[in-house]
C-alpha cells in the first residue's frame, strides 16, 4: 500500500503549530540524502491549484544540480484522480480543470523521470516533508530542499526559482510585436475577489506608464488608474493558460495581485505584486518585488 513520508513528529494540527515540517537545526542524518544517491524521489503536493505546482516546479532541477543521479517521479494524471479526485475540485478556477494543472506547469520539463501511478512506489514524499528556519519567510521550494540536505549556502548558489520548459510550437501569434508587460487583476480565493486597496502598486506601476500590455482582470480597468496607465491593452481570457504562460514568460514585467500565475513566471519577468498578507511565508519567491498593502516593500 502506498504510505506518504510523514514523519509522527511532523504531523501536528494547526491549533499546535502554525508551521509544517521540522527544524533545520534538529534535522537528523537520516532525513538528508547520501550525496552519490541514485535512487527514486517520487514527490507530490498536497494541494493542486496552478500556483500551487507552480511554486516548486524549479524543486526537480534544484535536486539534481545538489544530487546528478537521483531520479524524480511526480504524480501522473491518473494518479492525483484517483487518489484526491474527492477533494479536488476546490482548487478549480473558472472553467479550468485542476488536474491539468501539473501538465501545465511541468509539461516539456527535461528533469521529470517519470509520472506515477497507484501503486508504482511504496514511499512518496510530499510539500509535508519541509525544514524550517528562524526566518518565516523562507520559500516553500527552499525548505524542502532543507529538508533533504541542502544547505542554506546551496540555497544561495542553486537557483530553485519556478521554471517553465516551452517547445518551439508554444508561440501564440502576439497582438502587440514589441516590448509589453502584463496586468493581473484576479484572486482564486473567494474572499480577495474584486480589486483590492492597490494605490501603493499603482505607484510603483507609473515607470512603465503606455507600455502596451496583455491583461486579465476581475474588474472593468476602463476610467481607472490602470487605464490611464496602460490605455493599450489586450486581453489574455481568450487564451488557454498555458498560452498565457507564454505570453507572460516573455514579459518586460508582470505587474499585480499576488496569484501562481505570476509566481509561475517569476524566475523570466521583472515581478511587482501587490500581496495581501503581512508575512509571505512559504508562498515567497526570491527575486519577487512584493508590496502589502500599508506600502511596504519585502524582495529576498
Same mark, same amino acid.
Given at each position: ?97 485542476? *488536474?491539468?494543472? $501539473? @501538465? ?8 521529470? =523521470?517519470?509520472?506515477? &501511478? +497507484?501503486?508504482?512506489? %511504496? ?31 546551496? *540555497?544561495?548558489? $542553486? @537557483? ?8 518551439? =510550437?508554444?508561440?501564440? &501569434? +502576439?497582438?502587440?510585436? %514589441? ?122
Amino acid at each position: 500500500m502506498i504510505q506518504f513520508k510523514l514523519y509522527k513528529d511532523q504531523i501536528r494540527t494547526l491549533g499546535e503549530v502554525d508551521r509544517l515540517g521540522l527544524p533545520y537545526d534538529k534535522l537528523e542524518p537520516q532525513y538528508a540524502l547520501d550525496k552519490d544517491y541514485s535512487g527514486w524521489f517520487s514527490f507530490t503536493r498536497l494541494c493542486f491549484s496552478l500556483g500551487d505546482w507552480a511554486v516548486i516546479s524549479g524543486l526537480p532541477e534544484a535536486l539534481k544540480i545538489k544530487y546528478p543521479k537521483i531520479k524524480i517521479a511526480l504524480p501522473s494524471r491518473k494518479y492525483i484522480e484517483q487518489i484526491f479526485g474527492h477533494i479536488i475540485d476546490q482548487w478549480s478556477y473558472g472553467s479550468n480543470n485542476p *488536474l491539468d494543472y $501539473i @501538465d501545465t506547469v511541468f509539461k516539456n520539463n527535461p528533469h521529470i =523521470d517519470y509520472r506515477f &501511478n +497507484p501503486g508504482d512506489f %511504496d514511499i512518496i514524499f510530499t510539500d509535508h516533508d519541509r525544514a524550517y528556519t528562524d526566518d518565516i519567510n523562507v520559500s516553500l521550494v527552499e525548505q524542502i530542499l532543507l529538508r533533504f540536505g541542502l544547505t542554506p549556502e546551496d *540555497l544561495n548558489k $542553486i @537557483d530553485s526559482r519556478p521554471n517553465l520548459y516551452f517547445d518551439k =510550437d508554444e508561440n501564440p &501569434n +502576439p497582438e502587440i510585436k %514589441d516590448e509589453y508587460g502584463c496586468l493581473l487583476f484576479a484572486s482564486r480565493i473567494d474572499k480577495l475577489k474584486g480589486r483590492w486597496d492597490d494605490k501603493n502598486l499603482i505607484k510603483e506601476a507609473r515607470k512603465y506608464k503606455d507600455t502596451p500590455v496583455y491583461y486579465y482582470s476581475e474588474f472593468d480597468l476602463n476610467n481607472t488608474e490602470w487605464d490611464e496607465l496602460f490605455p493599450v491593452r489586450y486581453n489574455l481570457a481568450k487564451l488557454s493558460l498555458r498560452e498565457q504562460l507564454v505570453i507572460k514568460s516573455r514579459a518586460k514585467f508582470n505587474i499585480g495581485y499576488q496569484a501562481g500565475i505570476n509566481d509561475a513566471v517569476s524566475r523570466f519577468s521583472n515581478n511587482i505584486v501587490l500581496t495581501p498578507y503581512d508575512d509571505i511565508k512559504e508562498n515567497i519567491i526570491r527575486g519577487v518585488n512584493y508590496i502589502h498593502l500599508n506600502g511596504k516593500k519585502t524582495k529576498i
